[in-house]
């Protein structure tokens, strides 16, 4: 009984109830005769004196049952502990030659979903990322959470690459890396891939030999092969051709062969998935477990006082007060549900799926409302459920609301408001100077427009001046041709010979002319576009540039930034970068 102990002392705390109720249920019981005791002492009468013992089984069960919850234990038992340690890598190909679509929709869709099928058939072990192109890089280091891992690979994409390329050899590499700085000497290694050429299945050998890790692969693609359709719907070609992507089967073999693992071909179903997933589930180091981790646990005992207490609940059965007040007095955790709750967190799980509309709708929380309606570009409804909050968050986002509806006015005065009360928040002042920015930008149009008009109006006036001189020039000429007509028969050779020669140059001037005509519609288009523009009330091309150059400015002002992309790549350039330093610092040595 040495190492007799409670295993949660906090539950004698409940016995201060008891040490409460005791004195005051003790007293009503002495006061609970129909006669007072003095008149019934002056009357003769004996009052039969109240039983005691409820109160004693009351004391007695209660001290039982807090003794039980305190968990008493005075043995141990031996545990062995396994040796769950293991770790796996799963290795990603994000070349542009996922881009083939021989799988429906593309070797890249397919890979991602079958790598997220993955996650959750790995429950024992810590898992890590590595995606490759030209070179391999660590995206998550080994982690047991997959939610990590879950986040990250809808984000991958050749887009996201340092360098484009296709060697599957780094890749493995990196992954032998990520296991051997954790201190794995063997584990497991998943490569998904399309294929690759035999000089770096060559090197991807060279730098398994002398490990333990083992390798399976995940084909995907097909031996057929398919030509690679970039995002923006053109084909990788070669020199004129077409490239089509095949899988060459022997050289996957000869990695699994070689480490143990196995090799799968992508199929419409989850039978590939499931194959690694049960080929990888358990870690090799899980198998081992050692004597020397052996951990002893205390039993709780407590369980052996049920016994007294169910005697106990018997006898109260007579007339059931004992136990009601057991039930009453000692402390239970009630369940509560709030309707208010679970409305919010479904509005929650529907706004991270992206449907912001329907989030606002479901939103209870004006705070949450807002956001939601200006994730969903609902500015005007944003405006009104924010308008009446005054925390800074709902305050910074009715800015933004401003902003992108175009009121600069009211977001500068709402940025500046938030300032005065919290002059540290940092999104504000930045989200200010873009404001800003997009307000001088306004102005310049308006300048712009206004100048553009009074060249409009200009331009009218001279065309009107400039037809009105035409048609007196077209009077003296009638008039000149008058005159020429009344000549007589005398000149007509001379005005033959004269017309001959007018005949010649007309052409050469209407050359010019033509030439002089494109050079004034160039100047034109130049000097007086937004004169005309202006008249149709539309913003010329300059204009649209403006625009186009302003409203992107304010895409920054989103309050939930989600750029998973923009953050890895980032991540795998400053990889990049630190290895070509290293390189460089090698070379100069």
């Avoid at 396994?82 to 799988?103: E, K």
């Amino acid at each position: 009984m040495a190492d007799f102990t409670f295993m949660h002392p906090l539950w004698f705390a409940a016995l201060i109830p008891l040490i409460i109720v005791l004195p005051w249920l003790k007293g009503k019981a002495q006061h609970s005769g129909l006669i007072a005791p003095h008149l019934a002492q002056k009357l003769g009468l004996t009052q039969q004196q109240p039983k005691r013992w409820p109160l004693g089984l009351l004391t007695l069960g209660w001290l039982i049952a807090v003794i039980a919850m305190a968990g008493p234990s005075w043995q141990k038992v031996k545990l062995p502990a396994y040796n769950l340690s293991g770790a796996r890598v799963l290795v990603m190909n994000m070349s542009q030659s996922m881009y083939a679509t021989d799988i429906k929709p593309n070797r890249l869709t397919q890979e991602r979903f079958k790598a997220l099928d993955m996650l959750p058939g790995w429950k024992e072990g810590s898992t890590g990322l590595v995606a490759f192109a030209g070179d391999g890089y660590e995206v998550s280091p080994l982690t047991t959470d997959s939610s990590t891992l879950r986040n990250l690979i809808p984000s991958l994409s050749p887009d996201v690459m340092p360098i484009a390329g296709n060697n599957a050899a780094s890749g493995i590499a990196e992954a032998i890396r990520l296991l051997k700085q954790a201190g794995h000497n063997t584990g497991d290694i998943i490569l998904m891939t399309d294929g690759m050429s035999k000089t770096v299945a060559q090197q991807a050998l060279a730098d398994l030999k002398g490990t333990h890790y083992r390798v399976s692969i995940l084909a995907m693609g097909t031996v057929e092969g398919a030509p690679i359709q970039l995002p923006n719907g053109s084909l990788l070609s070669e020199n004129g051709t077409p490239v089509i992507s095949k899988i060459d089967i022997g050289t996957l073999m000869s990695i699994t062969d070689s480490t143990g693992g196995i090799l799968q071909m992508a199929q419409a179903t989850d039978n590939d998935v499931n194959a690694i997933v049960h080929f990888t589930a358990k870690p090799l180091d899980s198998g081992k477990k050692g004597h020397e981790k052996e951990l002893q646990e205390r039993l709780n005992g407590g369980f052996w006082l049920i016994i007294p207490l169910l005697l106990f609940a018997l006898l109260s059965f007579r007339r059931g007060v004992v136990l009601a007040a057991m039930f009453i007095l000692l402390p239970i955790d009630h369940a509560q549900a709030s309707p208010w709750t679970n409305t919010n967190r479904q509005a929650y799980e529907t706004f991270t799926d992206g449907n912001y509309k329907q989030a606002a709708q479901d939103f209870t929380s004006p705070q949450w409302k807002g956001i939601a309606e200006y994730k969903a570009k609902q500015y005007e409804q944003a405006i009104e459920t924010l308008k009446p909050l005054q925390d800074p968050t709902s305050q910074y986002n009715l800015g933004n609301a401003y902003a992108q509806k175009g009121d600069y006015k009211q977001a500068l005065e709402t940025y500046k408001k938030l300032l005065k009360q919290q002059p540290d928040f940092a999104d504000a002042k930045k989200n200010l100077a873009i404001v800003e920015q997009a307000e001088k930008q306004k102005r310049q149009q308006q300048e712009k427009k206004e100048q553009s008009g009074k060249e409009g109006k200009q331009g009218q006036q001279g065309n009107k001046d400039q037809q009105q001189q035409g048609q007196q020039d077209n009077k003296d000429q009638q008039q000149k041709a008058g005159k020429e007509g009344q000549q007589g028969q005398q000149g007509q050779d001379s005005t033959q010979q004269q017309a001959g020669k007018e005949d010649k140059q007309p052409s050469m001037s209407a050359a010019e002319k033509k030439q002089q005509d494109k050079q004034q519609d160039k100047d034109g288009k130049d000097q007086q576009p937004s004169a005309v523009t202006m008249q149709q009330g539309e913003p010329n091309g300059d204009q649209q540039q403006v625009l186009s150059v302003s409203n992107p400015i304010l895409k920054k002002l989103e309050q939930v930034p989600d750029d998973t992309a923009g953050l890895i790549r980032a991540q795998l350039m400053l990889q990049a970068q630190q290895r070509a330093e290293q390189q460089q610092s090698n070379k100069s040595w």
